[in-house]
């Protein structure tokens, strides 16, 4: 299971990732089937060719319920880039001490976090600091304020982005009101397509880069991110940023009950 990249290193794919992405509790309903699918080929694919390990990466929901049918079939699991278990759903670490042979984290506190769970654990550090470099300077004030530049990077996954273009198309629309020389560009995830993309932020003044995300935020004064990796990065890079998130209202509002129950 992998993304277009994968492939074009000589990985066969028999799932793609970016199709089992799934934003809030409700978007299971219509990819049920293809999650479904994902699933049972990939374990047609465990079966005929007997693996001597299997990696899982991230997607825990998905993830953890293959490690089970992994395990039962004696196939060592290693699982890298740790579900947020200390986070929230805790319960999770369970399951993962009875189905990971060995867990890859890549913050230093998760190591700590899954030896007191009593889960073989290694520290291997965190990938983006082998390509994310520190900008070098910052514009001076007087060349912000006549021409600002902006990165957005409304999320990589297309869930995220049917939750996030109206938001978005309004805060441009609002800032350009204000600010008509302003440049924007907006990273095109490797998980979603160009086409998709112009198609959600139909604004022509828009620039689309198919290039490293880190790029537009070394371009610009400021950032405006969906929250997720995007957020590390401008961090490791050194761009300000706003931070917004939004899911569908159902999914807010179990949220919001159930946060105010465990108060």
Same mark, same amino acid.
């Given at each position: 299971?992998?993304?277009?990249?994968?492939?074009?290193?000589?990985?066969?794919?028999?799932?793609?990732?970016?199709?089992?992405?799934?934003?809030?509790?409700?978007?299971?309903?219509?990819?049920? $089937?293809?999650?479904?699918?994902?699933?049972?080929?990939? *374990?047609?694919?465990?079966?005929?060719?007997?693996?001597?390990?299997?990696?899982?990466?991230? &997607?825990?929901?998905?993830?953890?319920?293959?490690?089970?049918?992994?395990?039962?079939? $004696? *196939?060592?699991? !290693?699982?890298?880039?740790?579900?947020?278990?200390?986070?929230?759903?805790?319960?999770?670490? %369970?399951? &993962?001490?009875?189905?990971?042979? =060995?867990?890859?984290?890549?913050?230093?506190?998760?190591?700590?976090?899954?030896?007191?769970?009593?889960? +073989?654990?290694?520290?291997? @550090? %965190?990938?983006?600091?082998?390509?994310?470099?520190?900008?070098?300077?910052?514009? +001076?004030? %007087?060349?912000?304020?006549?021409? +600002?530049?902006?990165?957005? &990077?409304? $999320?990589?996954?297309? @869930?995220?982005?049917?939750? %996030?273009?109206?938001?978005?198309?309004?805060?441009?629309?609002?800032l350009w009101a204000e600010y008509p020389t302003m440049e924007v560009r907006m990273p095109v995830a490797s998980t979603v397509d160009l086409a998709c993309m112009k198609?959600?932020?139909?604004? =022509?003044?828009? &620039?689309?880069?198919? #290039?490293?995300?880190?790029?537009?935020?070394?371009?610009?004064?400021? #950032? !405006?991110?969906?929250? $997720?990796? #995007?957020?590390?990065?401008?961090a490791l890079v050194g761009t300000p940023s706003l931070l917004f998130y939004r899911v569908g209202k159902a999914t807010a509002f179990i949220y919001h009950n159930v946060a105010r129950y465990r108060g």
């Open positions: 299971m992998g993304s277009r990249e994968l492939a074009a290193e000589g990985m066969d794919i028999r799932a793609n990732a970016s199709n089992l992405n799934i934003v809030g509790l409700f978007d299971w309903i219509g990819k049920a $089937g293809g999650v479904l699918r994902a699933y049972r080929d990939l *374990i047609k694919a465990v079966d005929k060719r007997k693996p001597d390990c299997a990696v899982l990466m991230d &997607l825990p929901d998905f993830n953890l319920f293959l490690a089970r049918q992994l395990k039962r079939r $004696g *196939i060592p699991v !290693v699982y890298y880039i740790s579900p947020q278990v200390w986070a929230w759903r805790k319960n999770r670490v %369970h399951k &993962l001490r009875r189905c990971v042979d =060995k867990m890859l984290v890549v913050f230093p506190f998760e190591k700590a976090f899954y030896e007191r769970a009593g889960v +073989p654990v290694e520290f291997v @550090g %965190h990938p983006l600091l082998d390509r994310v470099r520190v900008r070098g300077s910052y514009r +001076p004030q %007087h060349e912000v304020v006549a021409a +600002p530049r902006l990165a957005v &990077l409304p $999320g990589s996954r297309r @869930g995220e982005l049917k939750y %996030h273009r109206e938001l978005v198309n309004k805060l441009l629309k609002r198609a959600l932020f139909p604004d =022509k003044r828009i &620039l689309f880069q198919e #290039a490293a995300a880190t790029e537009a935020m070394e371009w610009a004064d400021l #950032a !405006v991110i969906a929250s $997720g990796t #995007a957020t590390l990065e401008a």
